[in-house]
């Protein structure tokens, strides 16, 4: 039978979260900017290096912030009206040979 327990997640540290999830972030939009600039080069015959280049800064700039602030409210709405619950069970820890 296994056994549940729940968790519940009251506190986000504003500066860790929303560094980390920027990062992630932009490894998802990296590739469509690519997809972008490729667009670009077919269409015109060369690549906007500067809009681009700012594009991404933009994006990682904004995303930080605005992951910040996210994590910020979150830690109220936390405070006031309790966290996201988490059910964990327990798993065995077997060595596997990779």
């Known amino acids: 039978m296994m056994k549940l327990t ?11 979260t929303a560094k980390t999830l ?5 490894c ?3 590739p469509i900017v690519l997809l972008a600039l ?15 280049l700012s594009a991404l800064i933009l ?3 904004l995303g930080f912030g605005l992951l ?8 109220w709405v936390a405070n006031n009206f309790g966290g996201i619950e988490l059910a964990l069970k327990e798993v ?3 060595m596997t040979d990779e």
């Open 59 to 61: 994006n990682a700039i």
């Open 22 to 26: 920027v990062l992630v972030y932009l």
């Open 92 to 94: 065995s820890e077997e």
């Open 28 to 30: 998802f939009s990296v």
């Open 38 to 52: 490729f667009v670009a080069f077919i269409r015109d015959g060369a690549i906007p290096g500067f809009t681009v």
């Open 68 to 75: 910040w602030v996210a994590c910020k409210v979150y830690n």
């Open 6 to 16: 729940k968790k519940e997640i009251t506190f986000l540290d504003p500066m860790h």
